[in-house]
């Protein structure tokens, strides 16, 4: 639970703000598109747009538990308060490696593909929008942890612990990314018309 007695965190603030951009976003990306043009892909080996956003919904699903593990130790081990969140040099290049236009390409790991293909817009735009209430939950849960000192483990990579405040953005920058690239499918010249 929020601390109530300290002011708002700036950085959570942010990305509240970035959140909301986000949802904008996807609202325009989606607006409009028939369940055809959702799953039409460019050729077999690129992604349609429901890839993408089904792509960001499994993966951020499988964070959320990592987050809410990092924002209850930190709690539990007293890490709150702290100076202004700042990035860490992993978690910074992390965030900046995901922003698009991205400068290189990466394969996503087998335990966040998309869920099966040819789903309908509603259901996968349905959840994409819960994933965004429950992420913006957790940066209201996090209101006066020590966004620097509390840890978060990948579900991804074991290995790769990062800061509470730069495993938010790099979710929010992922989320940039795959929105941009869902962008750019309707934009291909074979685009269907509906």
Known sequence: MPTQTTAPSPT????RRQL?????????????????QFNWRPDPHRW??????S?????GAAYLPALDR???DAREHGLTGGKPFRPGLLGGWMTRSMEPPPRMRMRAPKSILPAA???PLAEVQAEFMALQDELERRFRDAEGVDLRRARVTSPVAS?????????FGFLLSHERRHLWQARR???EPGFPKR
């Open 12 to 15: 959570l603030e942010d990305y």
């Open 20 to 36: 909301d951009a986000i949802r904008r976003d996807a609202d325009d990306l989606l607006g409009g598109l028939s369940d055809a």
């Open 48 to 53: 349609a747009v429901a890839e993408c956003v």
């Open 55 to 59: 792509h960001l919904n499994v993966s």
């Open 70 to 72: 990092s924002i209850a």
């Open 117 to 119: 293909p040819d789903r």
């Open 159 to 167: 290995f790769l612990r990062v800061r509470l405040g730069d495993a």
């Open 185 to 187: 499918v309707r934009e």
